[in-house]
């Protein structure tokens, strides 16, 4: 096990904004990311008001310490941001505050991802779309090889 | 109760005091090399080496002259793969492994790969054991090793070596050929009562540090008859230990080694009850309080120590993190460098998410009721808090499929 920054211990031990909104609501959008297979699930919803200005996040994350704590942050971010300043948040932004080691950046990346699909379903609502968000298998997998300090390590 | 409590005696074990302090005349007094033949301090530690050597031997229903020692159980395991393939088969042969051997075993089998040797890996049952007619169905005229564990360190399931062994037997006698077994027994010494001729077994290696002795000394067993066993030779040099390993012995951690074989002898009966009654008490524990948890690992053919336990809808690495004060090991891709999860659990085909989950637990002689009950309550605590932020757990209660898994079952 890796050593965590006080950081991610602090929202690993007392995450924030812990919990689930109601998935039909057309104020609320919807991402989840990840797949079970490969450690990490991540689900972000945000509540977003008539101004497009977002009210409240919530989250829920199987994944390791650094998945939870990136996930906890990503909500206390999105809150009082609009959509496009929260389509602003990137994961190296989470990982700088978060001081996660490389091993870890995949985390930070999962929780871009999540952001990113939450907007998309509430703009897809907006639009009077009603496809649902779903589980990006494929997507983790390909992100985890892609991503920096990930996959090219031996036992 | 002393915090954290050390629950990982799979990986290793502290050297116990009794142990120490036998080892402690010989590194600074007692110094000699035990190949000097002219003078008192070499005879002195050639007569503390022969009566090691005995000691170790006994432990094993073995002679002193099949003892030959090595730095641990991989150094042993190179030894034994490597150097009978190129004594009995220098331009290529067989050998039959499984697939949930110790990665001693498993890469050095790899490198043969390399060398032209074809190599069968077993697929274990779903509870981590080979049958020895899975060994029989594999073997052909140009077999000339089996080397399966006798204990898997991750799961503790144990193989049936001695059914293993007399298939071997059966079928070097009826093909004539040179064909050996080899058991990589580091887990199981200490905890299960083993003799080399009721096990038919060629060969051997296990390790000091996995029962109280120290780190960085071992042993290879090789039979002397019925076979006798030649090796090709590793590590050239001195020609110590009969040629097969040489290098200057190390006394201090052989007299340490043998020390702490004489105590596993004395006090395995008791020792294995106490293991077995703590293992039990978590194992139970665990399962009364927390639902949803997979038992990996053969039920009752395992180590008496080990626990090995995957925890449905969460993550392996922050289950480790919530249990900061226990130190247990964990199958969870995140715990490695590598990311993939335990191989062993995926050969006995665990789904890939419990692999993730999973939490070995492996207990030792030093652990008491009190932090077992710690651990359970502990546990159930960060798994509690785990499944209020797991998202899967959710959708397993709104799909209703926590009935997909075969969940164990408190007694």
């Given at each position: 096990?890796?050593?965590?920054?006080?950081?991610?211990?602090?929202?690993?031990?007392?995450p924030k904004?812990?919990?689930?909104?109601?998935?039909?609501?057309?104020?609320?959008?919807?991402?989840?990311?990840?797949?079970?297979?490969?450690?990490?699930?991540?689900?972000?919803?945000?509540?977003?008001?008539?101004?497009?200005?977002?009210?409240?996040?919530?989250?829920?994350?199987?994944?390791?310490?650094?998945?939870?704590?990136?996930?906890?942050?990503?909500?206390?971010?999105?809150?009082?941001?609009?959509?496009?300043?929260?389509?602003?948040?990137?994961n190296?932004?989470?990982?700088?505050?978060?001081?996660?080691?490389?091993?870890?950046?995949?985390?930070?990346?999962?929780?871009?991802?999540?952001?990113k699909?939450?907007?998309?379903?509430?703009?897809?609502?907006?639009?009077?779309?009603?496809?649902?968000?779903?589980?990006?298998?494929?997507?983790?997998?390909?992100?985890?090889?892609?991503c920096?300090?990930?996959?090219?390590?031996g036992? | 109760?002393?915090?954290p409590?050390?629950?990982?005696?799979?990986?290793?074990?502290?050297?116990?005091?009794?142990?120490?302090?036998?080892?402690?005349?010989?590194?600074?007094?007692?110094?000699?090399?035990?190949?000097?033949?002219?003078?008192?301090?070499?005879?002195?530690?050639?007569?503390?080496?022969?009566?090691?050597?005995?000691?170790?031997?006994?432990?094993?229903?073995?002679?002193?002259?099949?003892?030959?020692?090595?730095?641990?159980?991989?150094?042993?395991?190179?030894?034994?793969?490597?150097?009978?393939?190129?004594?009995?088969?220098?331009?290529?042969?067989?050998?039959?492994?499984?697939?949930?051997?110790?990665?001693?075993?498993?890469?050095?089998?790899?490198y043969?790969?390399?060398?032209?040797?074809?190599?069968?890996?077993?697929?274990?049952d779903?509870?981590?054991?080979?049958?020895?007619?899975?060994?029989?169905?594999?073997?052909?005229?140009?077999?000339?090793?089996?080397?399966?564990?006798?204990?898997?360190?991750?799961?503790?399931?144990v193989?049936?070596?001695?059914?293993?062994?007399?298939?071997?037997?059966?079928?070097?006698?009826?093909?004539?050929?040179?064909?050996?077994f080899?058991?990589?027994?580091?887990?199981?010494?200490?905890?299960?009562?083993?003799?080399?001729?009721?096990?038919?077994?060629?060969?051997?290696?296990?390790?000091?540090h996995?029962?109280?002795?120290?780190?960085?000394?071992?042993?290879?067993?090789?039979?002397?008859?019925?076979?006798?066993?030649?090796?090709?030779?590793?590590?050239?040099?001195?020609?110590?230990?009969?040629?097969?390993?040489?290098?200057?012995?190390?006394?201090?951690?052989?007299?340490?080694?043998?020390?702490?074989?004489?105590?596993?002898?004395?006090?395995?009966?008791?020792?294995?009850?106490?293991?077995r009654?703590?293992?039990?008490?978590?194992?139970?524990?665990?399962?009364?309080?927390?639902?949803?948890?997979?038992?990996?690992?053969?039920?009752?053919?395992?180590?008496?120590?080990?626990?090995?336990l995957?925890?449905?809808?969460?993550?392996?690495?922050?289950?480790?993190?919530?249990?900061?004060?226990?130190?247990?090991?964990?199958?969870?891709?995140?715990?490695?460098?590598?990311?993939?999860?335990?191989?062993?659990?995926?050969?006995?085909?665990?789904?890939?998410?419990?692999?993730?989950?999973?939490?070995?637990?492996?207990?030792?002689?030093?652990?008491?009721?009190?932090?077992?009950?710690?651990?359970?309550?502990?546990?159930?605590?960060?798994?509690?808090?785990?499944?209020?932020l797991?998202?899967?757990?959710?959708?397993?209660?709104?799909?209703?499929?926590?009935?997909?898994?075969?969940w164990?079952?408190?007694?």
């Amino acid at each position: 096990m890796l050593q965590y920054s006080e950081k991610v211990l602090e929202l690993f031990t007392n995450p924030k904004n812990v919990g689930t909104m109601d998935g039909d609501d057309p104020h609320v959008g919807t991402g989840v990311i990840g797949s079970p297979e490969c450690g990490d699930v991540m689900q972000l919803q945000i509540l977003v008001d008539d101004q497009g200005v977002i009210q409240d996040a919530k989250f829920k994350t199987f994944g390791c310490g650094s998945a939870i704590a990136s996930s906890s942050l990503a909500t206390e971010w999105l809150k009082g941001k609009t959509l496009d300043e929260a389509m602003a948040i990137q994961n190296v932004h989470l990982a700088e505050e978060l001081e996660l080691p490389p091993v870890k950046k995949h985390c930070s990346v999962l929780a871009e991802d999540a952001i990113k699909a939450a907007i998309e379903d509430f703009q897809k609502k907006l639009e009077g779309r009603t496809d649902k968000a779903e589980l990006h298998s494929p997507r983790c997998c390909e992100k985890l090889n892609d991503c920096e300090g990930c996959g090219s390590h031996g036992e | 109760m002393k915090l954290p409590i050390y629950m990982d005696y799979n990986a290793t074990t502290p050297v116990d005091p009794r142990v120490f302090e036998a080892m402690k005349p010989w590194f600074c007094e007692d110094f000699g090399n035990a190949a000097s033949r002219s003078h008192v301090f070499g005879w002195k530690a050639e007569t503390a080496v022969a009566e090691s050597r005995e000691t170790i031997a006994n432990l094993l229903g073995a002679s002193p002259q099949e003892i030959v020692f090595t730095s641990g159980a991989t150094e042993s395991d190179n030894l034994a793969i490597k150097g009978i393939c190129e004594m009995y088969a220098p331009d290529g042969g067989h050998i039959i492994t499984c697939m949930t051997e110790h990665k001693a075993v498993l890469d050095t089998c790899k490198y043969l790969e390399t060398k032209g040797y074809e190599v069968t890996y077993l697929k274990p049952d779903t509870e981590g054991r080979v049958s020895a007619q899975q060994v029989a169905d594999e073997i052909r005229e140009d077999t000339v090793l089996v080397t399966l564990m006798l204990a898997n360190n991750e799961t503790g399931a144990v193989h049936p070596i001695a059914e293993i062994g007399k298939v071997v037997r059966e079928y070097r006698a009826r093909l004539h050929s040179h064909l050996f077994f080899h058991t990589d027994a580091t887990q199981g010494i200490s905890k299960i009562p083993f003799n080399v001729n009721e096990m038919a077994v060629d060969l051997l290696s296990f390790s000091s540090h996995k029962m109280y002795g120290p780190k960085g000394i071992g042993a290879l067993y090789v039979r002397r008859r019925d076979p006798r066993v030649r090796l090709a030779i590793q590590t050239h040099g001195g020609g110590h230990e009969r040629n097969m390993r040489s290098g200057t012995l190390n006394t201090p951690s052989i007299v340490g080694f043998a020390k702490a074989c004489e105590l596993a002898a004395a006090e395995m009966e008791n020792n294995v009850a106490k293991l077995r009654h703590l293992r039990d008490h978590l194992e139970q524990g665990i399962l009364q309080n927390v639902d949803y948890v997979k038992r990996n690992g053969h039920k009752t053919e395992r180590l008496c120590n080990t626990a090995n336990l995957s925890f449905g809808y969460i993550e392996g690495e922050s289950l480790m993190l919530k249990l900061r004060d226990i130190a247990v090991s964990s199958g969870s891709a995140c715990t490695s460098a590598s990311l993939e999860p335990s191989f062993v659990l995926r050969a006995m085909d665990v789904p890939d998410i419990l692999a993730h989950s999973s939490l070995r637990f492996s207990l030792g002689c030093y652990n008491d009721l009190a932090e077992i009950d710690y651990v359970v309550e502990k546990v159930a605590t960060a798994v509690r808090e785990l499944r209020e932020l797991s998202p899967l757990y959710d959708m397993a209660l709104r799909d209703n499929t926590t009935g997909d898994t075969d969940w164990a079952q408190a007694d």
